[in-house]
């Protein structure tokens, strides 16, 4: 539980949530270096990620995607914006478990569709090879359903709908807090005592 006190914030959810902008914003307010796992994942692969998918496909995207993510586990003070697909690994969920504390950003089906094809546009290409250029209503629906299993391992959640940026990233920056509090208290309290009555008590 210590951990999750000194580790670092890994924001997973679905593309369109908000990780990245209010991930990056909830970093200044901590003082805090913010890790955006996309733009590692293309540093490391030396090509963009729809590339990393045509050329290589998804099962070494993956495999990239782990390791970065295991160069941000292997630090502190970090504000992690992952990946959509992170937690649909088990390897991912663990690591994220043990070194810091997780936060799912939620939003509606028809509001992250409408974010991914407006950012779309504006960059001139489709940001997630899975979804294509205008990100579909029931495709972003079909996929979050088979991800809720993954996303409900998270610590907490954040429902972004309605939300600037702003206000999103001092949501995050509370629930931590909130979240690390009751993990130092649970470390200073120790463990419970799971013995049965002595016949001396």
Known sequence: MANKARGNIYLIGFSGTGKSNSGRQAAGMLGWEFFEMD?????????????????????????????????????????????????????????????????????????????????????????????????????????????EEAYATADSQIDTDGLRHFDVASLIVDTWSHLSQMAEHADQAGPANTEGPRDDD
Do not use: C, H, Y
Request: no cysteine; glycine share 10%.
């Open 39 to 147: 733009d590692e994942i293309e540093a490391a692969a030396g090509k963009s990620i729809p590339q990393i998918f045509e050329e290589d496909g998804e099962e070494r995207f993956r495999e990239i995607e782990t390791g970065v993510l295991r160069r941000a586990a292997a630090r502190s003070g970090l504000v992690v914006s992952t990946g959509g697909g992170v937690p649909t690994r088990e390897e991912n969920r663990k690591l994220m478990a043990e070194t810091g504390v997780v936060i799912r950003l939620t939003a509606s089906p028809e509001t992250i569709s409408d974010r991914l094809a407006a950012s779309a546009r504006r960059r001139g290409r489709a940001l997630r090879p899975l979804l294509g250029s205008d990100a579909p209503v029931e495709r972003v629906r079909a996929l979050l359903a088979e991800r």
